[in-house]
């Protein structure tokens, strides 16, 4: 499994950025995907989920402000974020969910990759 996210980077707040991550080496289309965020203690939580089907899942705080979206044509997850505010800054990681009952926010974590910083700050 690969997973490389690309398109963080530093905005001022009200700013927008997409996220994406290219797959490879498993069945993309078969996994919930998702983008998650390092936290202190727990570790990753995930911000917003996709299942196989397309339906979508977003924590509170992101709620209206981003978009996750996927082509599995092109193995490729997207997040598109807008209205970021600064506590929206963290590295961003694409993650595949576990097989089996995917419900999120508690399905548990596969695969992540290296992760893409998102800064925001006035």
């Known amino acids: 499994v690969q997973l490389v996210e690309s398109g963080g980077g530093s905005v001022q707040p009200g700013g927008s950025l997409r996220l994406s991550c290219v797959a490879s080496?498993?069945?993309?289309?078969?996994?919930?995907m998702g983008w998650a965020r390092q936290v202190p203690g727990p570790g990753l939580e995930w911000v917003s989920g996709?299942?196989?089907?397309?339906?979508?899942y977003y924590r509170d705080s992101v709620e209206g402000r981003f978009t996750i979206s996927r082509d599995n044509a092109k193995n490729t997850l997207y997040l598109e974020m807008n209205d970021l505010k600064p506590e929206d800054t963290a590295v961003y990681h694409c993650?595949?969910?576990?097989?089996?009952?995917?419900?999120?926010?508690?399905?548990?974590?596969?695969?992540w990759g290296q992760g893409t910083q998102v800064t925001v700050s006035s």
């Open positions: 993650a595949t969910a576990r097989p089996g009952l995917v419900i999120f926010p508690s399905a548990d974590f596969g695969s």
């Open positions: 080496g498993f069945t993309f289309s078969n996994y919930a």
């Open positions: 996709i299942l196989s089907d397309g339906r979508t």
